[in-house]
């Protein structure tokens, strides 16, 4: 069964196996150390002005070049990273828990209560996902915080798609008929039993979560409304970079590339995993 | 649907009570009075129950089209919102375009291929169109087509009534970017929808009695996998909407997206509602015409 591997010593051997599960983790894992230890390989302050350096082109002493300031853009991008991973770790770990129990009781209950939590989060997902979040950053104003409610309100709802479809297809087993025969409470068996075996998805849909979550931070703060100065932003380093791409293009090139970069190893590690824990997709996406 | 839609334009119209700071008080300024506030939320009917603003509100849209007064300019946002909707209609059309012309060949040549090389440089392909922002790749072809060929404008819109080059040049780059990001996404469903015909028995039966491979593909496999294919690209309409919106903003394409992005960093909340609504209503009806289509598509599917 593919979902109970999740836990099993099998799913390790296999997952680190995988192609896609290495290279993904890999680059998660460095996204990883540069978040924790950005500040201390930086070769520069990341906010350190020297103007006799302004615009200087990616060199020896400044591998991805400098800013309008004199900034050096290798250290800057170190420095966010730190706070590109919390953002998204934060704002898809609320989705999460929101989306999880939603489809977690819309799945197990069925009826009415399905009918409701599911048209609601329909409604959600007829709204662009770029253009809701602009809605919920107009309500909440501008800020890192709320960026991150922004985001976790927009991914939210494919976590209850995602756990409802997983729970239907667990809810029925006998296990969880030998659980509600002896007497356990709703609960009990949603939480105990239910869940634990429909967490296959949900490790696939965090790890392409959190790869969204990174795509939506970086683009509002390339719109001015998520994280604000002196944070490095890698979003909004692409924003200032805009104005000066004949004159530097690296401006518009490295903060980019970082993005990218963070993106595709969550990407690649949610495939690798969805691979590894559910059989059936196997060579197909 | 009609309940989608419904829900949708509760949702939007929750914008405005839901704000910090009302609409009157958007409109005088921070140094308005508390008496002159009132006064102007009286006038905008602010003051009555929400139940009765919500009819008032959707009723001005759905019997005359009138979406409210933008609080900036003062001017109706209907018209603002039609003068906006063919710039957004005809990058989204023209990207979908250029999406499938990157997702068809490609994901056939991987499909009929599994496992070859060409096979997986198209993965790792979209792999990266996947991850790659989309305000990024604008940036990108910005500076390769604009600043350093100089080839092609770097922003702007042009309706094609002013001639084909002019629109076409000033489209090229926006649908660009969006076509180049969906259309990764659709190579993957393109191939695995092939690879799934492709293993069917008809398809094997078909190649055994002797009949030709392209005949094979063109009539079994192509005709069988669309429907699959058409669902992906009805999907994708949300996706490229999302990435209409971001791009409308890099290139200055004078779109629902803008607009919306515009009307929140000016508080303008009329102007927000009618890009929202719409944008929801346009991606509730692509839906509908997506499903209404299988029964073109596979004769099996009736709708009673």
């Known amino acids: 069964m593919s979902q109970a591997a999740a836990r099993g010593p099998g799913f390790w051997r296999k997952a680190l196996r995988h192609g896609l599960v290495i290279a993904g983790g890999s680059i998660v894992l460095l996204l990883g150390l540069a978040a924790l230890l950005g500040n201390v390989i930086a070769p520069y302050d990341p906010n350190a002005m020297d103007f006799t350096a302004r615009f200087s082109p990616p060199t020896l002493a400044h591998i991805f070049g400098t800013d309008e300031f004199g900034r050096d853009l290798f250290s800057r991008i170190l420095d966010g990273a730190s706070v590109r991973v919390k953002v998204a770790f934060i704002a898809v770990g609320i989705s999460a828990v929101a989306g999880v129990t939603l489809g977690l009781v819309a799945g197990y209950s069925g009826g009415w209560v399905d009918e409701v939590v599911m048209r609601v989060m329909d409604v959600f997902f007829a709204l662009p996902a770029v253009l809701l979040a602009i809605v919920v950053m107009a309500i909440l104003g501008r800020g890192i915080e709320n960026a991150m409610i922004a985001i976790a309100i927009v991914y939210a709802p494919i976590f209850a798609r995602v756990t409802r479809g997983a729970v239907i297809a667990v809810r029925d087993r006998e296990f969880v008929n030998a659980a509600r025969a002896l007497g356990q409470g709703r609960l009990r068996i949603m939480f105990a039993h239910v869940l634990p075996n429909a967490l296959g998805p949900i490790i696939v849909q965090t790890s392409l979560s959190l790869a969204f979550a990174i795509l939506a931070e970086a683009a509002l703060s390339f719109f001015g409304l998520g994280t604000q100065p002196p944070d490095p932003s890698w979003g909004r380093m692409l924003s200032e970079g805009r104005a000066y791409l004949s004159q530097a293009p690296w401006m518009g090139i490295f903060p980019g590339l970082a993005i990218m970069v963070s993106v595709l190893g969550f990407n690649l590690l949610g495939d690798g995993l969805r691979d590894v824990l559910d059989p059936r997709y196997r060579g197909r996406s | ?304």
């Open chain 2, 1 to 304: 649907m009609l309940l989608v839609l419904f829900g949708v334009s509760l949702v939007t119209f929750a914008i405005v009570p839901l704000l910090p700071g009302s609409p009157a008080r958007v409109t005088l300024g921070v140094q308005a009075t508390p008496e002159s506030v009132a006064a102007l939320e009286e006038r905008m009917g602010l003051d009555r129950p929400l139940a009765v603003q919500y009819v008032d509100w959707i009723g001005g849209i759905v019997t005359r089209g009138d979406f409210g007064t933008s609080l900036i300019s003062g001017a109706p946002i209907g018209r603002e919102v039609l003068r906006r909707l063919p710039a957004t209609f005809s990058l989204a059309l023209v990207a979908l375009a250029f999406g499938l012309l990157i997702a068809l060949p490609a994901g056939f040549v991987s499909a009929l291929r599994p496992g070859s090389g060409r096979d997986l440089s198209v993965s790792v392909l979209s792999q990266l169109g996947v991850s790659v922002p989309d305000f990024w790749m604008g940036i990108l072809l910005i500076l390769l087509f604009s600043e350093t060929l100089g080839w092609l404008p770097s922003s702007g819109y042009e309706p094609l009534s002013s001639g084909f080059w002019p629109w076409f040049s000033h489209i090229l780059l926006p649908a660009a970017t969006v076509g180049i990001i969906s259309g990764s996404i659709m190579t993957r469903f393109v191939r695995s929808a092939l690879m799934e015909v492709l293993g069917q028995d008809y398809v094997r039966t078909a190649h055994a009695k002797g009949v030709p491979r392209t005949k094979v593909l063109r009539k079994h496999v192509t005709r069988n996998a669309a429907i699959s294919i058409v669902t992906i690209v009805g999907l994708q309409m949300a996706t490229l909407l999302s990435a209409v919106v971001v791009v409308e903003i890099i290139f200055a394409w004078p779109g629902l997206g803008q607009l919306a992005l515009t009307a929140t960093l000016q508080r303008d909340y009329p102007a927000l509602q009618a890009a929202v609504l719409l944008s929801a209503v346009i991606f509730t009806v692509v839906n509908l015409a997506t499903d209404l289509s299988y029964t073109f598509l596979d004769p099996r599917v009736t709708y009673s």
